[in-house]
Each structure stands twice: as C-alpha cells, then as structure tokens.
T-cell receptor
Framework: AQKVTQAQTEISVVEKEDVTLDCVYE???????LFWYKQPPSGELVFLIR??????QNEISGRYSWNFQKSTSSFNFTITASQVVDSAVYFC????????????FGTGTRLQVFP | DSGVTQTPKHLITATGQRVTLRCSPR?????VYWYQQSLDQGLQFLIQ???????AKGNILERFSAQQFPDLHSELNLSSLELGDSALYFC?????????????FGPGTRLTVT
C-alpha cells in the first residue's frame, strides 16, 4: 500500500533561518511521482513541484530546493533564508501509475516563520 | 490563481440536507478530481473523472456522488448530510490522459453541517 509520512507536525523558525521539511514515502511500484504542495492560511493548495521516480537529481527553484533519495525513500524540501510569507502547511504527496493518478497526501507540516 | 474555480466558497446547511458543489477545471484540462480535507482524515481522494467518464473512486461515501458534464465542469453531490461531513472540499484538474501530471487545486468549498 502507498503511504506518505511527514513526521514533523509543526516547525517554528525565525526569519532567514534555513528549514528542511521531511517526507518519507512507501510504494511497491517502480514508477511513481512525488509532489509538494503549499497551503497558506488562506486555504488554497498551491502546487510546488512534481518529480518522477527515475529522476533523482536535486532541484532548486529560488529559495526552494528538493532532495530526492530513493535509497531512503525520502523527498525532503528545504527553504533557504525563510521568510514570514513561507508560513503555511506543506504537504508531500505520492502518485503511482495504476489506472488513476490520485494523490496520496501526508498529514502535512505546519511551518511558522517568525520575524 | 490556479485557474480552477469552485462555487460556493462557503456552505452552511443542516443535517439530513443535500448540497451540490460545483467545479470548473482549468481551460484545456480533461481530468477533474475531488478531495476532502478534514481534521480527522486529512486530505483524502474521493473521485476522479476524465473527459466525462469516471476513472477512479477513493474513499467516497455512498451518500456522495459526482459527475462531469460535456463542458467538463464537475459537480459533487452530498446527500443525507451528517455532522461529520463538515470539511473543506477541493476540486483539482490536470491535463489527464496517460501519465501523471500535476494537479491544480481550486480554492475549495468549506461545508459546515449543523
């Protein structure tokens, strides 16, 4: 069965600190996709990244970076020099390639960035 | 703005009632998904439609049903509502077809059952 674990329920940092959000996944499929979404206080879910299981290269987008390690089934998300606007709940999600591309979400990590 | 629209934004109704949530996907997207977000269950997949046909069902109650119309908008019908149905209901869309694509979410409909 597929499962996503985000063990960190809540993280608090001060602005300009770096912070890493952990994501561990379980799947028996060899082909799968991993995602990160951001849910700010306004409530919408904002797509951040999609990564397929064959691409283990790390990705950087501005202050955001993602570290994908198949050996540990992890897909961690780092925010460098955090800002107050980064305060949100962040969800990691998994999708395999059976007949549906439904997303299986983790429980989310609430990040609070204080000025 | 994701391009996915959902109406209404908020809905307050009583137990036993029936409501309809509406979703319009991004232009060009053929797949529509419905998710429920509650404190108890987190974010859970309910159902997916692709180009008018049901593609997959998740943990959707029998009291709930959905459809996707020829213009690709979708409706989620919730009937015989219970207090536990109070949640944020999201619609998402993607280009669909074969493969796995990023899903773009609408702003959600917050349902409160009293």
């Amino acid at each position: 069965a597929q499962k996503v674990t985000q063990a960190q329920t809540e993280i608090s940092v001060v602005e300009k600190e770096d912070v890493t959000l952990d994501c561990v996944y379980e799947t028996r499929d060899t082909t799968y996709y991993l995602f990160w979404y951001k849910q700010p206080p306004s409530g919408e879910l904002v797509f951040l990244i999609r990564r397929n299981s064959f691409d283990e290269q790390n990705e950087i987008s501005g202050r955001y970076s993602w570290n994908f390690q198949k050996s540990t089934s992890s897909f961690n998300f780092t925010i460098t020099a955090s800002q107050v606007v980064d305060s949100a709940v962040y969800f990691c999600a998994l999708s395999d390639t059976d007949n549906t591309d439904k997303l299986i979400f983790g429980t989310g990590t609430r990040l609070q960035v204080f000025p | 703005d994701s391009g996915v629209t959902q109406t209404p934004k908020h809905l307050i109704t009583a137990t036993g009632q029936r409501v309809t949530l509406r979703c319009s996907p991004r232009s060009g997207d053929l797949s529509v998904y419905w998710y429920q977000q509650s404190l108890d269950q987190g974010l859970q997949f309910l159902i997916q439609y692709y180009n008018g046909e049901e593609r997959a069902k998740g943990n959707i109650l029998e009291r709930f049903s959905a459809q996707q119309f020829p213009d690709l908008h979708s409706e989620l019908n919730l009937s015989s509502l219970e207090l536990g149905d109070s949640a944020l209901y999201f619609c998402a869309s993607s280009t669909g077809g074969t493969g796995v694509y990023e899903q773009y979410f609408g702003p959600g409909t917050r349902l409160t059952v009293t």
